[in-house]
């Protein structure tokens, strides 16, 4: 028997390059994950019978339901072509280029209010910046 999804989960999401996307207006990437149907998602993964993994392979994913599948285990005989569309669609994206991002906190204020980020402007968290003198005491700098 197929779990209830929320409508939010079972119908396809805006898609850019064939890659889900959130439809509705930004909100704080933490709003966003609390607000997963984790159950339902996990159910779906539990409950996948063998045909459905490759009827998502075929049309394409187009929602979370649809991401579940293919993390559920009658996915396992499909991971070589799972890979190979990974491969495809990362070196579309970026590349083969591996960039390196290591930043230095020396704060969580931020002006700017992106979806994916814990820092973002409108997240209610306690926003703190280390003085010059926490950031010697900590180490924190340029080590050449």
């Known amino acids: 028997m197929d779990p209830v ?13 064939g890659v889900p996307r959130l439809a509705s207006p930004p909100m704080s990437f933490v ?46 005989g499909h991971l070589e072509e799972l890979c190979r569309r990974s491969q495809t669609l990362t070196r579309q994206r970026f590349g083969r280029t591996i960039r390196l991002f290591a930043p230095l906190y020396l704060s969580n204020e931020c ?14 968290i306690l926003r703190v910046t280390l003085s010059v003198e926490e950031v010697e005491r900590k180490g924190i700098g340029p080590h050449y």
């Not at 002006?111 to 209610?124: H, K, M, Q, V």
């Open 5 to 17: 999804l929320p409508e939010a989960v079972s119908r396809p999401a805006c898609l850019i390059a």
């Open 31 to 76: 709003k966003a994950f609390n607000n997963l149907p984790f159950e339902a998602l996990l159910s779906r993964a539990a409950t996948t019978d063998g045909a459905a993994p490759r009827a998502v392979l075929d049309r394409g994913v187009s929602s979370l339901a649809d991401f579940a599948t293919l993390l559920s285990p009658a996915a396992s």
């Open 111 to 124: 002006i700017n209010n992106c979806a994916y980020c814990g820092f973002s402007r409108d997240n209610p």
